[in-house]
Nanobody, 124 residues
Framework: QVQLGESGGGLVQAGASLRLSCAASGRTFSTYAMGWFRQAPGKEREIVAYINWSGSTTYYEDSVKGRFTISRDNAKNTVYLQMSGLKPEDTAVYYC?????????????????WGQGTQVTVSS
């Protein structure tokens, strides 16, 4: 079992950068693929980025391509989401999630474990 905890959210102006971190407990973190999702008020939770267990495969939702970068440090049991060029439409609660099975996963029901979320607010 994996427990996840996000940090790094906050209130920033448009164009700013933030780095979100997701720390995981457990000795098997390196065997899990990880995803970052976000959920804005009144909207469904959506995938932002995905990274496989080794970091060799990543996926980005179209609206964040070129602005966000997902990475992981298995020695530190941590996955990161570097966000730059933030826009007001990026405002949401951001969640990290872990999945045990192989393959890129973009749907929330494909993930097994979730963090509690961290708020990102981008002002115009």
């Amino acid at each position: 079992q994996v427990q996840l905890g996000e940090s790094g959210g906050g209130l920033v102006q448009a164009g700013a950068s933030l780095r979100l971190s997701c720390a995981a407990s457990g000795r098997t973190f390196s065997t899990y693929a990880m995803g970052w999702f976000r959920q804005a008020p009144g909207k469904e939770r959506e995938i932002v980025a995905y990274i496989n267990w080794s970091g060799s495969t990543t996926y980005y939702e179209d609206s964040v391509k070129g602005r966000f970068t997902i990475s992981r440090d298995n020695a530190k049991n941590t996955v990161y989401l570097q966000m730059s060029g933030l826009k007001p439409e990026d405002t949401a609660v951001y969640y990290c999630a872990a999945k045990r099975t192989f393959g890129i996963a973009t749907l929330s029901n494909e993930y097994d474990y979730w963090g509690q979320g961290t708020q990102v607010t981008v002002s115009s």
